[in-house]
């Protein structure tokens, strides 16, 4: 059955404090892994894809990696702003299907 | 440009009570995904639409769930009978087709349902 899970839940980094968020994931056949941020009472906004192990791809602050089991969030100096809730989700080849099956998340609170 | 819109924004009904969710798309995408989201969890796939018909309705619980998108653009969801255990926001998402970057799927707002 494929699956995501996300960890860890729950993320408190001061303003500057370099980390990473990680998604592990089991899917039959990886089509596709994305990354999305959610701000509290909004829709999803989309991040990243990334589709075979070795890819990386950045944007400002974040930078977002996989490998065959796993991917990584790494946010560099993180500023207030980035404080949301993180969201993985992969994507299966074969079937009708373009639906994403996302993880629970990882709240991220950054401080000043 | 105008991106994913869902209405209302926040709907309030009374268990078994009849509702009805709104979603128009981005121009030109023509997948078109509905997902419900509960407090603390991810987004968990509903349904979705190629064009005008669905093709995959997987992920609907139960018969009183229905949706559709008759012209291809806007779709609607149905839920009969309402229960307090369908209290969520449900999402509405939209893409390009099912060639590579199908899968970057952008996000309305979404609508708070409350069954009370």
């Known amino acids: 059955e494929d699956q995501v899970t996300q960890s860890p839940e729950a993320l408190r980094l001061q303003e500057g404090e370099s980390s990473s968020l990680n998604c592990s994931y089991t899917?039959?056949?990886?089509?596709?892994l994305f990354w999305y941020r959610q701000d509290p009472g909004k829709g999803p906004e989309f991040l990243f894809t990334?589709?075979?192990a070795g890819e990386e791809k950045e944007k400002e602050r974040l930078k977002a990696t996989l490998t065959k089991k796993e991917s990584f969030l790494h946010i560099t100096a993180p500023k207030p702003e980035d404080s949301a809730t993180y969201l993985c989700?992969?994507?299966?080849?074969?079937?009708?299907?373009?639906?994403?099956?996302f993880g629970t998340g990882t709240l991220l609170a950054v401080q000043p | 440009g105008a991106g994913v819109s869902q209405t209302p924004s926040n709907k309030v009904t009374e268990k078994g009570k009849y509702v009805e969710l709104r979603c128009d798309p981005i121009?030109?995408?023509?997948?078109l995904y509905w997902y419900r989201q509960s407090l603390g969890q991810g987004p968990e796939f509903l349904i979705y639409?190629?064009?005008?018909?669905?093709?995959?309705d997987s992920g609907l619980p139960n018969d009183r769930f229905f949706a559709v998108r008759p012209e291809g653009s806007v779709s609607t969801l149905k839920i009969q009978r309402t229960e307090r255990g369908d209290s969520a926001v449900y999402l509405c998402?939209?893409?390009?087709?099912?060639?590579?970057?199908?899968?970057?799927?952008?996000f309305g707002p979404g609508t708070r349902l409350t069954v009370l």
């Open positions: 990334l589709y075979s």
């Open positions: 989700a992969v994507q299966r080849y074969g079937g009708a299907t373009n639906k994403l099956i």
């Open positions: 121009s030109g995408h023509t997948a």
């Open positions: 899917v039959s056949g990886l089509r596709g």
């Open positions: 998402a939209s893409s390009l087709g099912r060639s590579q970057g199908a899968g970057e799927q952008f």
């Open positions: 639409f190629q064009g005008t018909g669905a093709a995959d």
